[in-house]
């Protein structure tokens, strides 16, 4: 019964997703504007709409997974296992952690990454990744603990799911199902 509220729940959420990504208002380019997110580096005419980009940090190696943490950094995943944080002012990025057993393979690696709801007194960060399991490729979801500019203390949540030679998916999201 629960599995069945949550798989509609979950399309729920990836409808309503997909509206507001196809609805929201964007630049000349074709972005969207992050709602809150810092402009860094960059400067905005109120009166055309257009924002001047500027390239904050060119040396990551494919990042799957760039978001805004609630301490203003901007937390990426790398595909080789690599999660940083970086400063959007001078886009110094700091690593808080390699994960040794990801996967690169095809598309896979290090993929999502979502950080909890209430960071900053639940300092969780949760990831998913390709790995080499049973000697088959596989996903897994794990939870780290943030503490002193590093992730410790992996829990796999969910573990050897199986995987495929492409086309790996590894978004995460939170849904607060309160009923």
Same mark, same amino acid.
């Given at each position: 019964?629960?599995?069945?509220?949550?798989?509609?729940?979950?399309?729920?959420?990836?409808?309503?997703?997909?509206?507001?990504?196809?609805?929201?208002?964007?630049?000349?380019?074709?972005?969207?504007?992050?709602?809150?997110?810092?402009?860094?580096?960059?400067?905005?005419?109120?009166?055309?709409?257009?924002?001047?980009?500027?390239?904050?940090?060119?040396?990551?190696?494919?990042?799957?997974?760039?978001?805004?943490?609630?301490?203003?950094?901007?937390?990426?995943?790398?595909?080789?296992?690599?999660?940083?944080?970086?400063?959007?002012?001078?886009?110094?990025?700091?690593?808080?952690? !390699?994960?040794? %057993?990801? $996967?690169?393979?095809? /598309?896979?690696? &290090? @993929?999502?990454? +979502?950080?909890?709801?209430?960071?900053?007194?639940?300092?969780?960060?949760?990831?998913?990744?390709?790995?080499?399991?049973?000697?088959?490729?596989?996903?897994?979801?794990?939870?780290? !603990?943030?503490? %002193?500019? $590093?992730?410790?203390? /992996?829990?796999? &949540? @969910?573990?050897? +799911?199986?995987?495929?030679?492409?086309?790996?998916?590894?978004?995460?999201?939170?849904?607060?199902?309160?009923?």
């Amino acid at each position: 019964m629960k599995t069945k509220y949550l798989i509609k729940g979950s399309l729920v959420a990836l409808i309503l997703g997909s509206s507001l990504i196809t609805s929201c208002e964007t630049n000349e380019a074709g972005v969207a504007p992050s709602p809150g997110a810092p402009n860094p580096g960059g400067t905005t005419n109120p009166n055309s709409g257009d924002a001047t980009r500027t390239v904050v940090n060119a040396s990551m190696n494919v990042p799957w997974e760039i978001l805004w943490g609630p301490d203003n950094f901007i937390w990426t995943t790398e595909r080789n296992g690599r999660i940083s944080r970086i400063n959007p002012e001078n886009g110094q990025q700091s690593t808080i952690a !390699t994960l040794p %057993n990801v $996967t690169q393979v095809a /598309e896979g690696g &290090l @993929l999502g990454m +979502i950080l909890h709801p209430n960071f900053t007194t639940q300092p969780y960060v949760y990831v998913a990744y390709t790995y080499t399991g049973n000697g088959s490729t596989a996903l897994r979801v794990s939870r780290f !603990t943030y503490v %002193n500019n $590093t992730l410790t203390q /992996e829990t796999s &949540l @969910l573990d050897n +799911i199986p995987a495929t030679a492409t086309h790996f998916g590894g978004r995460l999201v939170i849904q607060n199902y309160s009923t």
